[in-house]
Nanobody, 125 residues
């Protein structure tokens, strides 16, 4: 069992930056591929970025490529999402997720076993 807690969300102006953190407890996060997803009001949850267990491989949604960066510190049991050049359309609740099924990385929500409660990111124009 893994518990995930996101933090770092908030209100930022367009063009600004935020850094989200996902702290894991219960089991070491190095056993899991990790992902970030987001859900805007009235929309389905969508994939943002994923990272392999070692951190050696990453996969980004086209909408965030070049602006967002995922990283992980397995020693701290934490995964990060650095978000730069934020746009109003990035406004959403951001969730981190852990998968024991994925050996590399995946954008598929059903492959993730554990989810955090989410953190709100609001980007004003």
């Amino acid at each position: 069992q893994v518990q995930l807690v996101e933090s770092g969300g908030g209100l930022v102006q367009a063009g600004g930056s935020l850094r989200l953190s996902c702290a894991a407890s219960g089991r070491t996060v190095s056993n899991y591929a990790m992902g970030w997803f987001r859900q805007a009001p009235g929309k389905e949850r969508e994939f943002v970025v994923a990272i392999s267990r070692s951190g050696g491989s990453t996969y980004y949604a086209d909408s965030v490529k070049g602006r967002f960066t995922i990283s992980r510190d397995n020693a701290k049991n934490t995964v990060y999402l650095q978000m730069n050049s934020l746009k109003p359309e990035d406004t959403a609740v951001y969730f981190c997720a852990a998968s024991s099924k994925v050996t590399g990385y995946s954008s598929r929500t059903y492959l993730y076993d554990y989810w955090g409660q989410g953190t709100q990111v609001t980007v004003s124009s």
